[in-house]
């Protein structure tokens, strides 16, 4: 089993940036794709940025040019990198991990237990 430990939520005010962090940790696996989502009191949970295990990179139209996922393979580690941040940006953050046991074909998805973000007007 992967679990997921993210960090670096906090408060900040409108225009400012924030970075966030997502290590992975468990025995003998292989990690994928790696993802931020996030999920606003009353809102559905949406994706903000995604990366694969090649470096390529997706972004939520909403969050493009102002935010940057990046990863660190040898770390299995994953990074959002938030600047101009805006109110609207609040939201508790999750990243998720897909992930096989080394050989093997199948794949699992982990979640972190989640970061909070609030941006000040």
Known sequence: QVQLVESG?????AGGS????CAASG??????????????PGELRELVASISSGGRV???DSVKA???ISRDNAKDTVYLQMNSL???????YYCNADWSYTGHMSSFRSWG?????????
């Open 86 to 92: 805006k109110p609207e940006d609040t939201a508790v």
């Open 18 to 21: 924030l970075r966030l962090s």
């Open 58 to 60: 997706n972004y939520a």
């Open 66 to 68: 102002r935010f940057t």
């Open 113 to 121: 237990q989640g970061t909070q973000v609030t941006v000040s007007s």
């Open 27 to 40: 025995s003998a696996f292989s990690i994928d794709a790696m993802a931020w989502y996030r999920q606003a």
């Open 9 to 13: 939520g906090g408060l900040v005010q």
